[in-house]
């Protein structure tokens, strides 16, 4: 489930940052000598527009930030804040501890400490709404003023998304898929007769969401080695392939990796084998 990030955004420096590199994006070209080549094509693949929203937290005084900093996970939503209203929102792609890009983006506050905790977000949205009905959905008192950076505990999290309407259009295709195998078992729970109710008044067309999600850059050399080696048979069962890519006529085979890619696996040509869908499914979920 994503958290949400609150991110005040009243004193001098937040509002130059602010119009510096979220109202105004960073071409990916002016931070890519920061960046090591595989966040850079990590950012290449959620910005094809390569322009970039960067947002920064220093240290502070304590490590406090640090630790905040280290919570924020790719699909959390940051709530900007400043004047006792929300008026912004955006969701994180990634996150980087770069000092030299921090400097190169906002230079150094006057306790010669630079943003160097760094962000990345996307779809961007004005939002409108008082820190009082923030508190609200909450749980807060209703005075309470947001202290600073600070990253919310689930709980809070998913109440103040609910309560705010704060899903947007693009969400993280793990908590989509999470989120459809709750009301899945939600939904065996109930009643026949409510589920029927409920198809009863449902949309017939579904709904377009915009899902994210981070893949692994395979490398195609290796799954074309790996099918000449198979040469139209499963490496597993041994039978040959039962149909053909209707593309360009080859052996339907899909190539697997023994060790996960997930689990530090290779992507090599010894890590991976070609498989029939059956055996394939076989491995994954037998
Ligand atoms: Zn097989
Ligand atoms: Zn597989």
Redesign the pocket.
């Known amino acids: 489930m994503s958290q949400i990030i609150l991110q005040p955004c009243g004193n001098k420096f937040a509002e130059k940052h602010y119009q510096d590199t979220i109202a105004n994006p960073v071409p990916l070209s002016k931070i890519k000598p920061f960046l090591d080549s595989e966040i850079f094509e990590r950012l290449e693949e959620f910005y094809p527009e390569k322009m970039v929203q960067i947002w920064g937290v220093n240290p502070g005084t304590t490590i406090a930030n640090e630790n905040k900093w280290l919570r924020i996970k790719s699909g959390d939503i940051v709530l900007f804040s400043a004047n006792k209203r929300i008026f912004s929102s955006g969701i994180v792609t990634d996150k980087l501890h770069n000092k030299n890009l921090a400097k190169e983006l906002w230079g150094m506050n006057d306790d010669n400490q630079t943003w160097e905790y760094i962000y990345f977000l996307k779809d961007i949205n004005e939002q409108n709404i008082e820190i009082t009905e923030f508190n609200q959905a909450v749980g807060y008192a209703s005075n309470y003023v947001i202290q600073g950076f600070s990253v919310l505990d689930g709980e809070k999290s998913a109440k103040a998304i609910e309560d705010l309407g704060l899903i947007q259009n693009m969400i993280p295709l793990k908590i989509y898929q999470e989120n459809l195998e709750k009301k899945i078992k939600h939904s065996r729970n109930i009643t026949r007769q409510e589920r029927l109710n409920r198809l009863g008044r449902s949309n017939k067309l579904p709904k377009i969401i915009q899902t994210m999600s981070n893949q692994y850059q395979r490398n195609p050399d290796v799954i074309v080695e790996v099918l000449l080696r198979a040469n139209g048979n499963c490496e597993k069962c041994g039978n040959p392939a039962s149909f053909m890519r209707a593309s360009d006529g080859s052996p339907y085979l ?1 190539v ?2 023994k060790i996960f890619l997930s689990e530090g696996g290779e992507d090599t040509v010894d890590n991976a084998i070609a ?1 029939c869908p059956n055996c ?1 499914r076989e ?2 979920f037998g």
């Open positions: 899909e697997h990796h498989l394939h491995v994954h």
